[in-house]
């Protein structure tokens, strides 16, 4: 778990602020009995979790595909090949919705803006390094083209049974 007690204030914050803001319905689904805190919820996204992820294409059009996503400092992180159409949607859209849902046990969702990631992001040699310890080896050498994002959250709920 990479995220300083500021970090896990702020996700926080943003969890309620979400769930105050969702439908009648989510906040039946999410209830007091079935939303986490963020405190509960860090230590169930360590390592690497499979994420779905939708993006837009030019025409207006939702597509959903999966990445593997790690989450550091309160920030999804994932990578694809720079010639996949979810790499070309983030180039010139970058709203993406993430979900991780695990069955009916763990259900964590979030809106946002996925941000690329190179050499002149403050956090970028934390995030390269957690992804080759993980992996053994560096992201950026599995294709010629690979681009790495961070999913910059504006909405995020995370639901429990």
Known sequence: ????????A???????ASRARATAHLQEIVSD???????ALLPRLEGMRVLSIATVTAAGEPRVSAV???FIHGHWTFGTDGRSAKARHLASR??????H????????????????????HPDFDEIIGHWVAHYGTDPRTWGENIRMFRVVPEWCVAYAD
């Open 33 to 39: 009995d079935h939303a986490l805190s963020a405190e």
């Open 1 to 8: 778990m990479y995220e300083t007690r500021e970090e896990i």
């Open 68 to 70: 593997d996503g790690h």
């Open 101 to 120: 849902i695990d069955s009916e046990r763990l259900g964590f969702f979030t809106h946002g803006r996925a941000e690329a990631l190179d050499e002149t």
């Open 94 to 99: 970058p709203a993406v919705s993430v979900a």
């Open 10 to 16: 702020q996700l926080q914050a943003l969890m309620d």
